[in-house]
C-alpha cells in the first residue's frame, strides 16, 4: 500500500523511504518509540497527508487523486485522542453521523450504530453527551462510530491506552472479529502484550523508517529490535531468554504463555 | 490512626441513582505502595477524590462514614490544607503544566504555600536531582516528551512534601520505558521518603513489581484487598494477570506446582530453576 514514501512537516523529515503492505484479513501492528513517524504513517493510509516522495495506493487508487472523503469510506482511522474525532451531542448521534454523511438508509444506520453500541459496551450511554464519558469511554465511541461505517481497512491508534483489562479483551475480541470477516486491520501500539495477542505481523519504526516487519512471532521475540525501538519485550520472551541464559536450551523462542507451558514440558519430558 | 483512613465511606454524585463508592473501609500507612485496580467505572478515581477532599468539597452529592487523611477529618478540611499532605497527579500531564519552564512550574506550588526563598530553592534543587530534571530545567514543559513531562508533574507535587502520594493512571499516555522509568522512581520516593503512594494502573505488567499492596474494587466496593500475589489470584478474571503468570497456571493445573504465583519474568524464572530440580526426579 505504501511504496518508499517520504513526508516532512516544514522541513523537518518524519517519513523516510516507508514501504508497508497492509493486508485484508490480518492485522498489522506498527510499534515504535514517540515520534518515530507511526501517526505521520497512518495519516497517509487516508490521504489525511499525501506523500512528497513515493506513494500510496488504497486499493489501488493513488491518495494524490482521491479525495479524503472518497478514501474515508474505505479506510477508517481513530486516532489516539479521541476528543478530535468526537463532536456530536450524544453518542448515538456520534456514530450516526457519518453514515447519513456517506448515505447509508436511516433503518440500515440505526441498525448499525445499535450493534457497534453493543459491541463496544456503549448502549446504556446512547443519550450521553460524549464529553460525560470518561477518557477509555470516548476511545471505544470512537472506534465505534469508524465501525459504523464499515471501512474495509480500520486503523487503530494505541486502541488499549487508558482501558481495563476487560475492554481490553473487549477491542481484542473486537479485532479479532473484523479480521475473520476479512477486514484489514492496523494497530499503532506500545502494548506489546496486546500485540504478542492479536497481531499476525508488526512493523517497528524508528526515525521515519521501517527497522523491522515481519510475523509477530519473529518480530516481538527479537529482544535486540525490541530495544533498539525502546519497547519493553513481552514477558513470555523475556522469561524465555532468561531461561536460556540459565541452561534451558529451548529449541523455539515462545510469545505467548501457552507457548512457553509447552517448551517447558517438551524440555521436561526429553530429559532422561 | 493511621495516614490514611476511611471507615464506612459511601459518596453519590449529585443526580446519580447509584453510589459510585459503597461502604469503603480502608486504611494504609508511610512506605505503602498501593496499586488500586477494578474495571473503568468502578469507583477508582471516586475514591481518590475523597483522599485529597475534592469529594466532598467540589463533587457536590452524598456522602456517608468518615474519612481521615494525615489525621484531618477531610470533611472538615478545606482542599488546600489537605493539598499539603496528600499530593495528585493524574493521567495527562498537560492539563496541570502551564508554566514557562520546568524550574518555575516546579516552585510555583511552593511559592504558593508562602514558603521562604531559600527553602524554595532548596525544594526545587532536591528535585531537579531526584528526578534527572537538572539539564532540562530551563526548558518549557510544553516541549518536553510525555514522559519527561510526567515526571515535571510529579516532581512538582512532591516538591510540596506530602506524605501520601496519590497517582490516577499517570503512564497511560506514556511509552513502556518512560513508564516503567516513572513508576519505579516513584518506587523509590516511597521507599525513600516513607510516602504512601497510591496508584491506579492497568498496566500489571507493568505496576505489579512495585507494589506492596493491591486492592481491587468492584462497583463501587472493595472486593479484595492485601498481599498482591494472593489478590491477584482471586481477582484476576476482573483485572488480568501478567503473561508469565499463566504460564505458572498452566504449569499447576498439570500438577507442577512452583512457587508464587510469579508477578514478573524474573519471579518466574527464579522459581522455575527451584522447582525444576524437583520435577526431574
Redo the contacts between chains.
Sequence with gaps: MAEDVYFSYDGVPALRGVSLTVRRGEVLAIMG???AGKTTLIKHFNGLLKPERGRVLVFGVDTREASVAQLARRVGIVFQNPDHQLFAESVEEEVMFAMKNMGFPPDVARERCERVLKLMGLERYRHRSPYSL????RKRLAIAAVLGYNPDIIVLDEPT?????????KIGGVIAALKAEGRGVVIVT????FA?QVADRVALMARGKIVRVGSAHEVLTDEKAIKEV???S???P??AC??RE?GFSLTNTPL???E??LE??KL?KG?P | MRLVELRDVSFRYAGDDDYAIKEINFSADRGEYVLLVGPSGCGKSTLLRVLNGLIPHFYEGEFDGEAHVAGLNVRETPTHVLARHVGMVFQDPENQLFLSSVEREIAFSLENMGLPRAEIRRRVENVLRLFGLEELRHRAPYELSGGQQQKVAIASVMALEPEVLVLDEPTANLDPLSALEVLSLVAELAKEREVLVILVEHRLELALRFATRLVAMKAGRIVADGEPREVLERVSRLVGCPPVMITYKLLKLRGLSLEGPPLTPEEFVDSLIRGWEVWRR
Aim: proline content about 5%; overall charge negative.
Design positions: 518509540e514517540n515520534g470518561s477518557m477509555g469511554e491506552a487508558g482501558q481495563d483489562f476487560l475492554n481490553k479483551c506500545h502494548d506489546v502484550e504478542a525502546r519497547l519493553l513481552p514477558q513470555v523475556w522469561a532468561m531461561l540459565r505467548l504463555p501457552g512457553l507451558y517447558l514440558i521436561l530429559r
